[in-house]
């Protein structure tokens, strides 16, 4: 039997917790929060109510279109927190009406053709990975089609001399790495929705990857871009670089679905690594685990690891001991050695106050054993919890915890006091919505002249009344970032929740000009409506 997309967990019906490891996490967080919580049953398609398709696809697109109930429960909503609520509770009131699976260009030309003149909203899906409300079908229209890429997914060329590829944008993440795999070559953009999210909708939200430095997010990957508008097609020249007036490319990216649909890009590649070469350090002050981070990433070694987790988080998802701070680097190359670049940043921890726990180097130096002290690498023990972290958070669905993130990012110079004022802002929320909780925070990436903080909390709700206690957190989240001068989001997206925080964040000539860029590419605004910017 053909394994399919679970329709209320991260990932595949294959993948979903059993029951019994729903029970135990309940167990856990009994323990954690004193107070007794038990997993309710997750829906399933056969007992979900779904309102009837309003719209037929004209007969040119019906070999592309399906109205099947399962399909559009898959596509209603993305894995937001709220998102992640509504599916366990089988709440798909406003499902799309069609779901479009174009196999050629041309039909995403006929889709947004039918969808602009019948004036049915078009959401471009993705891999359905958002976290930000970006995928989910707006509420004012009188019909919706969810347009799946997911069929337009082949490394088309390879240019081994400049190193780049043309990708259609439909590709997932592991369909595209298993096309380059056999030349040698990786686009080696890992985000954490890796396995369910495609090139297209990479560059659509600003998407950050692997690495923590240098080359973080998929802007610095992007070469050329093609993009389907109801007024026709928008393609880039492809250059290493230009400076003839603004960017095309970089309007697009992070267009989110306003403008159109992303059908293919030629983005950098690069052979894959064969050198690495890693440490961690502990810390006996998050401060001075950040003062490392910035001495590194300013002395421009750039390692394609540079993670800071707060004692908190590091015992949460690296193993320690809740007291110690943790800074973990990684180097990579496919030419060159990187054991003198790890040598100068494990100098610059340890000047730091750091303790380094364990060094490694692949291939080894010949004659050199691995370094450091033996025993557990809780870089692995993170890195671990990284990427299962979206299978272990199904674990604790329907238990009626509040467990969510928000990201940003900060200049150094105003990083430790904007911590503070948003670590209270938080703490006041959940105790005044939830009566307790915790937030702690790592940074994801950092720059030399400021770092991109993560911040996870986790409380205990109320069954049925989570929306509207997530909401109060979330707020106060959202304004205390912009108020301490972060940005509303640094790789997870605008979409729709966060386009209160967004408008406010935008200058308004701007703003003005966006909905310009629209009117003209999207003349009667079906285009993904209410992301980004009101039609």
């Known amino acids: 039997m053909t394994d399919r997309r679970s329709i209320w967990a991260w990932g595949m019906e294959s993948t979903e917790p059993a029951a019994v490891q729903r029970r135990l996490a309940a167990q856990d967080a009994s323990g954690r929060f004193g107070i007794q919580l038990e997993p309710d049953e997750p829906p399933r398609v056969q007992s979900l109510q779904l309102r009837k398709p309003r719209i037929t696809p004209p007969a040119a697109l019906a070999h592309i279109c399906s109205t099947d109930p399962r399909a559009r429960t898959v596509h209603s909503y993305g894995h937001s927190f709220k998102d992640r609520v509504r599916k366990f509770d089988g709440t798909f009131h406003n499902p799309p009406d069609v779901v479009a699976l174009p196999a050629t260009e041309d039909d995403v030309a006929t889709v947004l053709d039918w969808c602009s003149t019948s004036g049915y909203a078009a959401v471009p899906f993705g891999g359905g990975s958002s976290v930000v409300g970006g995928v989910e079908p707006p509420q004012d229209r009188a019909g919706v089609v969810s347009v799946d890429l997911t069929a337009l997914n ?105 403008l159109g649909i992303i059908t293919e890009a030629w983005v950098r590649v690069q052979p894959r690594p064969r050198f690495r070469a890693g440490a961690s350090a502990a810390f006996q002050s998050f401060r001075s685990a950040c003062d490392a981070a910035r001495g590194i990433v300013q002395a421009g070694l750039w390692p394609a690891n540079c993670r800071v987790l707060d004692p908190a988080e590091a015992r949460n998802s690296a193993g320690m001991d809740g007291a110690s701070a943790l800074l973990i680097i990684g180097f990579e190359s496919a030419e060159i050695p990187q054991d003198f ?174 909905r310009a860029v629209k009117k003209a590419v999207d003349p009667h605004g079906v285009m993904n409506p209410g992301v980004l910017i009101d039609p």
């Open 341 to 514: 670049n790890l040598e100068a940043a494990a100098a610059i921890a340890r000047d730091a106050g750091g303790c380094v726990l364990v060094e490694s180097s692949t291939p080894a130096p010949a004659g050199r054993p691995a370094r450091g002290s033996p025993g557990r690498d809780p870089a692995v023990a993170w890195r671990n919890a990284f990427i299962n972290m979206p299978y272990k958070w199904d674990e604790l669905a329907g238990l009626g915890l509040i467990l969510d993130t928000f990201e940003t990012a900060i200049t150094w110079e105003r990083w430790p006091q904007f911590d503070q004022s948003v670590r209270a802002a938080v703490a006041e929320a959940l105790r005044e919505v939830c009566g307790d909780g915790e937030i702690t925070c790592r940074f994801t990436h950092v720059y030399p002249d400021g770092p991109a903080p993560y911040y996870t909390f986790i409380a205990p709700g109320k069954r049925g009344s989570e929306l509207s206690m997530w909401a109060e957190i979330k707020q106060a989240a959202s304004n205390a970032v912009l108020d301490a001068g972060g940005t509303i989001t640094h790789h997870h997206a605008v979409g729709r929740d966060h386009r209160p925080w967004y408008d406010r964040q935008r200058p308004r000539l701007f703003g003005e000009a966006l």
């Open 154 to 258: 082949r490394v088309l060329e390879v240019d081994d001399t400049s190193r780049t590829a043309r990708i259609q944008a439909g590709a997932l993440g592991p369909v595209l790495e298993a096309q380059l795999r056999p030349l040698g070559m990786t686009l080696r953009h890992f985000p954490q929705s890796f396995e369910f999210s495609t090139l297209g909708g990479w560059i659509a939200t600003r998407s950050g990857g692997h690495y923590a430095t240098n080359r973080t997010q998929i802007d610095d990957f992007v070469q050329s871009v093609r993009l389907l508008t109801p007024a026709g097609k928008w393609e880039s020249r492809r250059l290493p670089r230009s400076g003839a007036g603004p960017s095309p490319d970089r309007l697009l990216m992070g267009s989110e679905g306003a």
